[in-house]
């Protein structure tokens, strides 16, 4: 099959390169560089056991999946590419320092210890004892043994040698302007200057999709952009984090690369990646409450990804009612998650007649009247 894909983000690149490697004819088409949107923001959590919130069942049963597909993902992508990123099961530490926080917590610990998860709530000095950097007003914690991260850039980057290894056709700072369609099929798509003929398209242009011309208003993808500012400090040896600490204000994630991710906050603002004053002030002081010697970290990075949100924070997966255009967006604040079991489902989808049963609770028919 000769398959066009929009948006080289995580999404995107992924399913390419699994396409290339099940002998598919794949161009990918990326408006700037691969991974310069929310891909490349992202901290990298894999850490469906922190976040699932209380009406997000099916949502954590697809993410735990994920969770379990990555060792897999990995190992696929070092069969073809030097020194791929490691998955480093470090836990999250989630912790609060008063009385609010400490209710909420035990909240957050009956619901999992319901959905019989792995989870244990532990004391100030339990938690110190497991993350000494952890501010001496810290009173209460979760300890959630089995959440992991990645190195998400490393990953963008090795998934794009392996794309382009195996035979996939990149076109970086190629924008996709429209999908072409004869009756309710899928024929191509246009650049500004060009015309290409696919089979299939992938429309995994982040919180872009709903931007991309040719696909009728109402069954356009509905997402939208959520703002996060994320801080990138240096790790030194006066803060020698073990892994990651959350509080109900903040999160922060040590990496491979030899720095500490904090993060972020979450704002409506349309497509604006400015980061603000406010907002670092904010994080700095949400970070500085749970570790306080963070307070000499030198700064890398700030910046601001932009979280493609779908109306009810699901994704948006599966074949739409054009044949042969498939969706892969709204990911939201798990993408970097949720890529493995996107990937093998959306390229099960695309190769197989019956289409994936993963995807149903995710289908973009959801958002018809
Ligand atoms: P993107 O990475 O945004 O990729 C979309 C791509 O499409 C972009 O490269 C864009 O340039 C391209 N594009 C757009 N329009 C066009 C066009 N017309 N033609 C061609 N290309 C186009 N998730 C986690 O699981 N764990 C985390 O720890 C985490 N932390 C986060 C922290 C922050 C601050 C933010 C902002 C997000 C975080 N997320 C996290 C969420 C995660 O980053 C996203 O869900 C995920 O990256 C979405 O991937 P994507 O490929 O759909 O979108
Ligand atoms: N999942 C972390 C974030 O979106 O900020």
Redesign the pocket.
């Known amino acids: 099959m000769n398959i066009g894909i929009?948006?080289?983000?995580?999404?995107?690149?992924g399913i390419g390169w699994q396409l290339v490697r099940r002998g598919q004819d794949v161009t990918l088409?990326?408006?700037?560089t691969?991974?310069?949107?929310?891909?490349?923001?992202?901290?990298?959590?894999?850490?469906p056991y922190a976040e699932v919130g209380f009406e997000e069942v099916p949502l954590m049963e697809f993410s735990r999946k994920s969770l379990h597909l990555y060792p897999q993902l990995l190992d696929e992508l070092s069969e073809q590419v030097e020194e791929a990123p490691v998955f480093d099961q470090c836990g999250t530490m989630m912790a609060g320092i008063d009385r609010d926080d400490t209710e909420y917590l035990k909240r957050l610990y009956d619901f999992r210890r319901e959905l019989n998860l792995s989870v244990e709530l532990l004391t100030g000095t339990e938690a110190r004892e497991r993350e000494p950097l952890l501010s001496p007003n810290v009173v209460s914690a979760l300890w959630l043994p089995e959440d992991a991260?990645v190195d998400?850039r490393k990953l963008l980057h090795k998934m794009k040698e392996a794309f382009e290894g195996a035979g996939g056709v990149l076109k970086e700072h190629?924008?996709?302007?429209k999908v072409q369609v004869d009756g309710s099929m899928i024929t191509g798509l246009r650049t500004g200057k060009e015309a290409f003929e696919f089979d299939n398209v992938v429309l995994?242009?982040?919180?872009?999709?709903q931007?991309?011309g040719g696909i009728p208003g109402p069954i356009r993808p509905p997402v939208r952009p959520?703002?996060?500012?994320?801080i990138t400090l240096e790790k030194t040896d006066d803060c020698p984090l073990k892994g990651t600490v959350r509080s109900p204000r903040m999160?922060m994630?040590p990496k491979e690369d030899g720095t500490i991710r904090l993060?972020?906050t979450s704002e409506e603002k349309g497509f604006d990646t400015r980061p603000t004053a406010g907002g670092q002030k904010e994080l700095l002081e949400h970070g500085w409450e749970m570790v306080p010697s963070i307070f000499d970290l030198p700064f890398v990075e700030v910046m601001?990804?932009?979280?493609?949100a779908s109306r009810d924070h699901r994704p948006v997966l599966g074949e739409s009612d054009i044949n042969g255009l498939y969706y892969?967006?709204g990911?939201?604040?798990?993408?970097?998650?949720?890529?493995p079991v996107t990937i093998y489902a959306m390229v099960e989808e695309i190769l197989n007649e019956d289409g994936s049963e993963l995807l149903n609770p995710f289908r973009p028919q959801r958002f018809n009247n």
């Open positions: 929009i948006g080289g983000g995580i999404i995107g690149l088409f990326e408006r700037d691969i991974g310069e949107g929310a891909s490349r923001a992202a901290a990298g959590m894999l850490a991260q998400n190629t924008a996709v302007r995994a242009a982040g919180c872009w999709s931007q991309i959520v703002k996060g500012q994320i999160y994630v993060g972020a601001a990804g932009l979280r493609p892969a967006t990911h939201y604040r798990h993408g970097i998650l949720m890529a």
